[in-house]
């Protein structure tokens, strides 16, 4: 492992275990990825055949692929592009 200070890691948990109150631009951010998520999933379910896989993708599109975006824009919205 690199050389990673302990009160670094310290830092870095108390920032990822936060509650990150979302500003309007987070807002949107979120809606938008949902919006997204759940078009990929109903088209995965109109376009693959119903199987463990498609079920499998499917929960991990809309819990693990979801809570990622989600987080990346709870805990980084102030960095969040502007919409041009």
Do not use: W
Not at 10 to 23: L, Q, S
Request: net charge negative; hydrophobic share 40%.
């Amino acid at each position: 492992m690199d050389r990673v200070r302990r009160g670094d890691l310290h830092d870095e948990v108390t920032h990822r275990v936060a509650y990150h109150a979302p500003d309007t631009a987070a807002r949107v951010a979120h809606e938008t990825m949902r919006g997204a998520v759940a078009e990929l999933a109903h088209k995965a379910i109109d376009t693959c055949p119903m199987s463990l896989e498609l079920q499998l993708a499917l929960r991990k599109l809309t819990d693990e692929v979801l809570a990622g975006f989600n987080a990346a824009i709870a805990r980084n919205h102030d960095r969040i592009p502007t919409q041009e």
